[in-house]
């Protein structure tokens, strides 16, 4: 079974930047679309950003010029580079590829 892991997460001041990783068990980037997600508390869970396996980026329009996402297909690794967060940038993200999540990663934009 593939699986998913998110790591990076953490407390940053407002301004800050952060670097979240998700790492799959098996090559599956090259092969399926990812995206990225986030999930506030009391909130549905939105999408943040995408990637597709030819390299298509996209984003919401509530982080674009301020997050981008970037795989490494030697690694199966997704990188989120998230910079100028804000505190309504706070939320569990996590990543989704073939119908599998990650477990979820804690960001928390504070001062």
């Known amino acids: 079974q593939v699986q998913l892991v998110e790591s990076g997460g953490g407390l940053v001041q407002p301004g800050g930047s952060l670097r979240l990783s998700c790492a799959a068990s098996?090559?599956?980037?090259?092969?399926?679309?990812m995206g990225w997600y986030r999930q506030a508390p009391g909130k549905q869970r939105e999408v943040v950003a995408g990637?597709?396996?030819?390299?298509?980026?996209s984003y919401a329009d509530s982080v674009k010029g301020r997050f981008t996402v970037s795989g490494v297909n030697a690694k199966n690794t997704v990188y989120l580079q998230m910079n100028t967060l804000k505190p309504e940038d706070t939320a569990v993200y996590y990543c989704?590829?073939?119908?599998?999540w990650g477990q979820g990663t804690q960001v928390t934009v504070s001062s």
């Open positions: 989704k590829s073939r119908n599998l």
């Open positions: 990637l597709t396996t030819d390299g298509t980026t």
């Open positions: 098996e090559n599956i980037f090259s092969f399926y679309d």
